[in-house]
């Protein structure tokens, strides 16, 4: 069966440490999107793409990047991994045909200490 | 800057009772409206809304949209237990802005 997968589904870093978060898709989904959720605030979008080599930044964009040099991967990555950004990881994808809805992973939680 | 708001952010219910969630939308080039719910873990797909007036059914749960006053309802009719979960809703124009969803706690 075709899925969305993360990895790590748990993950305990330090501040100031480079970490990257998996994201691979089966669908073969041209739109890709990472979100954080944290109580009180919801789904916040981080950055997503519609394509390879396509990337834009999201509302909560500040200290991730992500790049997409295929069509099944999205990898996030914070560059230097601070507390505020403790928090759980979703990422999702959608198709061209049905571009609104969204498949979303099991999630990723990350701890920043 | 798009906005979302639903309301209530929690409520309680016993098992049997009918319940109404909100959500309303302020999206620029609005497309569609969606609602998902949230167990334990990845948000699951219930409905897209995309024209006024028109409700979606799934068996006990039904959501309609009001371009006009830019609002959506989920109704939940003879809740269960199983229906306890964080619904969220989503407005669209290819890229989804979320509410802070409701946590519905439905109890025996």
């Known amino acids: 069966d075709a899925e969305i997968t993360q990895s790590p589904r748990h993950k305990i870093t330090e501040t100031g440490r480079q970490v990257t978060l998996a994201c691979h898709q089966t669908?073969?989904?041209?739109?890709m999107f990472w979100y954080r959720q944290d109580l009180g605030h919801g789904l916040r979008l981080i950055h997503y793409?519609?394509?390879?080599?396509?990337?834009n930044k999201g509302e909560v964009s500040d200290g991730y990047s992500v790049s997409r040099s295929n069509t099944e991967d999205l990898p996030l990555t914070l560059e230097s991994a601070a507390s505020s950004q403790t928090s759980v990881y979703f990422c999702?994808?959608?198709?061209?045909?049905?571009?609104?809805?969204?498949?979303f992973g099991a999630g990723t939680r990350l701890s920043v200490l | 800057e798009d906005k979302v708001v639903q309301s209530p952010l929690s409520l309680v219910v016993h098992e049997g009772d009918t319940v109404t969630l909100n959500c309303s939308y302020e999206?620029?080039?609005?497309?569609?409206l969606l609602w998902y719910k949230q167990e334990k873990k990845a948000p699951t797909f219930l409905f897209m809304l995309?024209?006024?007036?028109i409700e979606k059914k799934s068996g006990r749960l039904s959501s309609i949209l009001d371009k006009k006053e830019l609002f959506s309802i989920l109704n939940i009719t003879a809740t269960q237990t199983g229906d306890s979960a964080i619904y969220l809703c989503?407005?669209?124009?290819?890229?989804?802005?979320f509410g802070k969803g409701t946590l519905l706690t439905v109890n025996p």
């Open positions: 999702a994808s959608s198709a061209q045909a049905e571009v609104d809805i969204q498949y």
């Open positions: 669908w073969n989904h041209n739109n």
């Open positions: 793409s519609y394509g390879v080599q396509d990337t």
């Open positions: 999206v620029t080039n609005f497309r569609s």
């Open positions: 995309t024209s006024s007036g």
């Open positions: 989503g407005g669209s124009n290819y890229k989804l802005t």
